[in-house]
Nanobody, 118 residues
Framework: QVQLVESGGGLVQPGGSLRLSCVVS????????MGWFRQAPDKQRELIAK???????HYADSVLGRFTISRDNAMNTVYLKMNNLKPDDTALYYC????????????WGQGTQVTVSS
């Protein structure tokens, strides 16, 4: 049974930074393409960053140049470094394994809340 535990969220002012972590247990993490998703109030969950097993990265236009996804296979952890945060980044953030068509494959974790406000 896979378990995803996201952490690192919080309240931050516009222009600030946060680093999110997602620890994966119960599966072989190193062979999984991983993604970070977010869901803002009254909006659908969206994929914002992807990292492949070879550490190639891809980003949604909304976060390109501000967010960086990375992974540590030895720690079964994927990270999301977020810089220059904006109020529109306010959302609940989740990680998940990605299929080849970017579909999330595992049960969702509890997510971590990011709130950007002055």
């Amino acid at each position: 049974q896979v378990q995803l535990v996201e952490s690192g969220g919080g309240l931050v002012q516009p222009g600030g930074s946060l680093r999110l972590s997602c620890v994966v247990s119960g599966r072989i993490f190193s062979i999984a393409d991983m993604g970070w998703f977010r869901q803002a109030p009254d909006k659908q969950r969206e994929l914002i960053a992807k990292i492949t097993t070879k550490s190639s990265t891809h980003y949604a236009d909304s976060v390109l140049g501000r967010f960086t996804i990375s992974r540590d296979n030895a720690m079964n952890t994927v990270y999301l470094k977020m810089n220059n945060l904006k109020p529109d980044d306010t959302a609940l953030y989740y990680c998940n394994k990605l299929s080849s068509d970017l579909t999330p494959l595992w049960s969702w974790g509890q997510g971590t809340q990011v709130t950007v406000s002055s």
